[in-house]
């Protein structure tokens, strides 16, 4: 079954510091993942998406993640942190059976401080 | 272009009340999705459907009702509204074909409480 782990509930990090947000996923097969963001009081928006293409995969807003099947992991990186950025963020999978169904981990709250 | 809608943005209800959450999209898409999202947790798939006239349960469907009589609306129907459905619901739509994986598109979401 396919399932997805993030690694931290709660991130926070001084504007112009890098961010890594980590996420672990398990699949039986070869997955399809992503990256979405939600800003307060709003929907999601994705960020990136991963689907066997490339390992490093870029973003918007100059987020990156790099697949590492491996180490079953799929973290969400960013070379200096925005006020802006500050958002919940969420690595999906794919799940099997079709029908481009999702699978959602509980979520990172970004905090970023001036 | 609009592209996900959803209405309304807030409600209260009273236990045992029910409603229809809207939702429509304008992108032509045969995938459409309805989520919860409760404090602190990701979303959960409610249902969804591949097409007008097609829907299926996903992993949390009890308590709920869906229709698709279009391709463009999906509402979303609660019957005898109890607290453990007080969420913020997201409806999503998605392109459909061999190219996966595609991105769903959000709504803005409908935020209910039920007391």
């Known amino acids: 079954a396919q399932s997805v782990t993030q690694l931290d509930s709660h991130v926070s990090v001084s504007e112009g510091t890098p961010v890594l947000l980590r996420c672990n996923y398990s699949?039986?097969?070869?997955?399809?993942l992503f990256w979405y963001v939600q800003h307060p009081n709003k929907g999601l928006q994705l960020l990136l998406k991963y689907t066997s293409a490339a390992t490093l995969v870029k973003g918007i807003n100059g987020f990156e993640a790099e697949f590492k099947k491996s180490e079953t992991s799929f973290h969400l990186t960013k070379p200096s942190a925005h006020m802006s950025d500050a958002a919940e963020y969420f690595c999906?999978?794919?799940?099997?059976?079709?029908?481009?169904?999702?699978?959602f981990g509980a979520g990172t709250r970004l905090a970023v401080h001036p | 272009n609009a592209g996900v809608t959803q209405t309304p943005k807030f409600r209260i209800l009273k236990i045992g009340q029910s409603m229809t959450l809207q939702c429509a999209q304008d992108?032509?898409?045969?995938?459409m999705y309805w989520y919860r999202q409760d404090p602190g947790m990701g979303l959960k798939l409610i249902y969804y459907s591949v097409g007008a006239g097609i829907t299926d349960k996903g992993e949390v469907p009890n308590g709920y009702n869906v229709s698709r009589s279009t391709t463009e609306d999906f509402p979303l129907r609660l019957e005898l509204a109890a607290p453990s459905q007080t969420s913020v619901y997201f409806c999503?739509?998605?392109?459909?074909?061999?190219?996966?994986?595609?991105?769903?598109?959000f709504g803005p979401g409908t935020r209910l409480t039920v007391t």
């Open positions: 992108m032509n898409h045969n995938y």
């Open positions: 999503a739509s998605s392109p459909s074909g061999l190219a996966k994986p595609y991105e769903q598109y």
């Open positions: 699949s039986s097969y070869s997955p399809s």
């Open positions: 999906v999978v794919t799940l099997s059976g079709g029908y481009n169904k999702l699978i």
